[in-house]
């Protein structure tokens, strides 16, 4: 195999890339200059050792001098400690963010669950987020978990899946659960929403 037919084959495993795009891809890099290319090889290689899994949202982030094992969101006291909202990607909770309208903590589960998927609990950070939650809800810090998941098949899917994981906890420590407003479409990818129907999806949250 040679380097195009290889290369292709690793932006093939890309979210969304079929192997015509893949090739695109390549013959692309083909016309760049060598800084471009150095530059992107650079990022690349230097993205691993700079980026960190947030111990409390599983968010990445720029690692800091201090090696701080936490996320500046989650360290930040401002923000609102009572609500966290849990989304499957990282893209979701940017999309959040840059709407203006949550002040709460997030968490990230990974990835979603796919219907008839047999191992649910092996799709989505399921251990982490009974970890991560549990403490809080025993402090009395957490009053509110929002399933903010997207309004296709497989968002409502992973929420239903998180609520059933959840319900025996959720009882134990009488904290609210809700699903976003159906503000969205149906068939709505939560990384594409704009920043008012997320804003209204979450003030329409419901119980
Ligand atoms: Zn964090």
Redesign the pocket.
Known sequence: MNSISKLARLFEQFPGIGPRQAKRFVYFLLTRNPAFINELSTLITELKQEIML?A????F?AADRAGST??P??RDKHRDRSTLAIVSTDADLETIEKSHSFNG??FVLGGSVPILESEPEKRVRTRELMETLEPRAKSGELKEIILATSLNLEGEHTADFVRSLLSPFIEKYGLKISTLGRGLSTGTELEYSDADTIKNALKNRTI
């Open positions: 947030c409390s949202c599983f968010r982030f936490l996320c969101m989650c903590l997030y």
